[in-house]
């Protein structure tokens, strides 16, 4: 998420004299001496003829002049031989002949002299010193033009031809970011600590007599959009020093050193214009692990030297020399350790997802730049949109003023901005995806299911809105539930209730249909998933323990090893039978709320099937009616069914072989 400023100021040299244009131009050039040697220098060849039609011709008298070389043997023929065609009027020339030479044949000279024919040896350069130059010398020449050529689109934008490595940073002028610690909402932490950074840079070299030590290097770590590249807009804005920016990735070039010799000059530039900031962005994409690589991948040459580089760089300059740099990743885990040690990047900032009254700020500053109508309540929206970072909430604000105007509304309303987090969550509506009416009465049941166990599960919020209206990629209908307030963690007892949500809907399809769709199949991949969790990550499970059977991510940066722990085979089918029984428990709750509420059921999807999508306070009264069995309780709480599970289930008579498991 890096907005682009477009803004450059007059310092950086724009110069657009590429080398791809030098290395073209010159295999052009090259190419056209290559034809020239081989068609024009050449001269037009005379005809080829068999050795035996030579020989022939000898015995017959008719050569006049031979001329013999290693490979080719030139012969004229006496003129009145020449020509098969009428003689014309021209004085005619001696057809000249030529045949491949045959090396065994020594007698030739003595048959020559013979028949007493004028004959030489044959100049082998008869091409010209000047094509066996052009032979030894283009063939190189054609590789230096490609090089050329390749490194001229892989940097059109570097100034001079051989400036190779010229670093491709956007330099801003002063305060030129335009961005300010205000326009930084929710994130206030990190701006505290940050501040002393700014003063440091606002009076550049006072705190050196101080004795104050400055970081070198700051990270600033955080999910992607949470602002880090605008907190260090905002850090060069507030003390008005000039801010170069570069991302990690764009160091990464197809040669090895191009990158180091980047990072190089990148320091330079900027130790001219201190006090300044360097922001890298993406600083996993060259900063990663050297332990990590794998050795069947091959090193990455080029990342590693370009880390090197910068590396040597970050311990060239004094603390004190008003250079800072700063940098961003959303993975610190991966990060080289040496990146992290004292002197280098050694202050760690985290700027992490708001929170609600984050949240709230974020979304102020962005709605200075939209009109809002009078029932706009941003705390509210706030309190709806746990777990968007300040870019999608930019994003909110930004969708919500389209969706007014393409309304022709002069505010945006309360009404916009619901729609704008329904759209950012579910994507676009679908109206042209026509569904036939099984498959509508499928979803319509489906989403009803779900619906009505969101009801009563723990912890998960109220159901806002249900809609048969397809959306996005794939989802033909949807149950949008938004939980109340911020959450950081899950109880046990919520995941199990998360869990027969997610089954309700194809638990409403076999209840009421006795057969399943593939509409369920999006619900399964995630329920399995949980489960997974649930036992082998969160160690939740009652049999296995709080023992972690699935390894962090930091812990599989080597992509080839297995991101299980190893355990043995019973334990791997013990894991595997927790996780079915946890959800195959789960399926039976589903069923047997559903069939409770049966009537519900019907009489909800039936209005939806009409309406294609329900919400507000008819959905919300129906929802109260949704009745408990007597055995969620325990369920939730321990996962035990008080009743043994029985599988062939039967649910009104209608016998079910199994209840598949999926
Ligand atoms: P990151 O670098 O963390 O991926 P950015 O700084 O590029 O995120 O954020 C992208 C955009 O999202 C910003 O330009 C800004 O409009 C908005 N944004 C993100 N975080 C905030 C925030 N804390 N306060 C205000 N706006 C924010
Ligand atoms: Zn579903």
Known sequence: MNDNLNYQSPKQVPDESNRGGVGRNLLILLLWLLFLNLFV?????????????????????????????????EYALKPNFSTNQPPSDQPEKPKILR????????????????????????????????????????????????WLWFLGRSQMNSPAPFNVGKSKARIYANGSTGVTFDDVAGVDEAKAELQEIVEFLKNAFKCVNLGAKIPKGVLLIGPPGTGKTLLAKAIAGEAGVPFFSISGSEFIELFVGIGASRVRDLFEQAKLQAPCIVFIDELDALGRSRVGANPMMGGNDERE????????????????????????????????????????????????????????????????DVKLANNVDLDKLAARTPGFAGADLANLINEAALLAARKNHLLVSMEDLNEAIERLLTGLEKKSRVLNEVEKKTVAYHEVGHAILAALMPGA??????????????????????????????????IRGRIVTLLGGRAAEELMFGKVSTGAGDDIQKVTELAERFVTLYGMSDRLGPIAFEKTQS????????????????????????????????????????????????????????????????????????????????????????????????????????????
């Not at 005379?46 to 080719?72: C, H, R």
């Not at 013979?114 to 044959?122: D, G, R, V």
């Not at 408990?628 to 043994?644: A, N, V, Y």
């Open 99 to 146: 045949t491949l030479a045959i090396a065994q044949d020594k007698e030739l000279p003595q048959l020559l002299r013979a028949k007493h024919i004028k004959f030489s040896a044959f100049p082998d350069d008869a091409g010209g010193w000047f094509a066996t130059l052009l032979g030894w010398i283009i063939p190189p020449l054609i590789f230096v033009a490609i």
């Open 555 to 662: 812990q599989f940066l080597d992509p080839i090893a297995s991101p299980r722990r190893s355990v043995s085979p019973k334990v791997a089918e013990e894991i595997d039978q927790e996780i079915r029984e946890l959800v195959e428990g789960a399926h039976q709750i589903a069923l047997l709320i559903l069939d409770k509420n049966k009537g519900l059921l019907e009489a909800i999807a039936k209005v939806l099937l009409d309406q294609e999508s329900l919400e507000g306070d008819w959905l919300k009264s129906q929802l109260k009616q949704v009745e408990k069995t007597e055995d969620l309780q325990e369920w939730l709480l321990s996962g035990k069914l008080s009743h043994p599970m029985h599988f062939p289930l039967s649910i009104n008579g209608q016998e079910k072989k199994t209840c598949n498991f999926y």
């Open 461 to 494: 919020g109220v159901v806002e809105k249900i809609s048969i209206v397809p959306r996005g990629l794939g989802a033909l209908g949807y149950t949008l539930q938004l939980p109340e307030e911020d959450r950081f963690l899950m109880l046990e007892d919520e």
């Open 41 to 73: 220098f050449r001269g037009a060849e005379s005809p080829l003829v068999p050795y035996s039609q030579f020989l022939d011709q000898i015995d017959a008298n008719q050569v006049s002049e031979v001329q013999i070389g290693t490979k080719i043997i």
């Open 305 to 368: 030297q370009t880390l090197n580089q910068l590396l040597a760089e970050m311990d060239g300059f004094e603390p004190n020399a008003g250079v800072i740099l700063l940098a961003a990743t959303n993975r610190p885990e991966v990060l080289d350790p040496a990146l992290l040690r004292p002197g280098r990047f050694d202050r760690q900032v985290l700027v992490d997802r708001p929170d609600k009254s984050g949240r709230e700020a974020i979304l102020r500053v962005h709605a200075k």
